[in-house]
Nanobody, 123 residues
């Protein structure tokens, strides 16, 4: 009924930039909070940034001033602009979204996760 898919990962040199996108599709009624998480090898998944439906944002201390989260509600899409990338930003990045969707004649709510996209920062 609903699909969430990330794109935009890849290999970048330290100091470089990448832009991740996460698009939701399907029988969507509305999207509340959206966010980006990451998981490095041997580490737990951690929050990177969040954005509410009204545009309020929250960032992990490690990415403040370097990463910017945004969303386009008309396109059901969120973005993560990552600048001044460091080797320690290397991880699989996951998006999530709290989505209300149509299920026959009902409305249901669920948090959906993307499949993950690899970001590698290395010279």
């Amino acid at each position: 009924q609903v699909q969430v898919a990330e794109s935009g990962g890849g290999l970048v040199q330290p100091g470089g930039s990448l832009r991740l996108s996460c698009a939701a599709s399907g029988s969507i009624v509305s999207i509340n909070d959206m966010g980006w998480y990451r998981q490095a090898p041997g580490k737990e998944r951690e929050l990177v940034a969040q954005i509410t439906s009204g545009g309020d944002t929250n960032y992990a201390d490690s990415v403040k001033g370097r990463f910017t989260i945004s969303r386009d509600n008309a396109k059901n899409t969120e973005y993560l602009q990552m600048n001044s990338l460091k080797p320690e930003d290397t991880a699989v990045y996951y998006c999530n979204a709290a989505i209300t969707y149509r299920d026959s004649y009902l409305h249901r709510s669920k948090t959906y996760w993307g499949q993950g996209t690899q970001v590698t920062v290395s010279s």
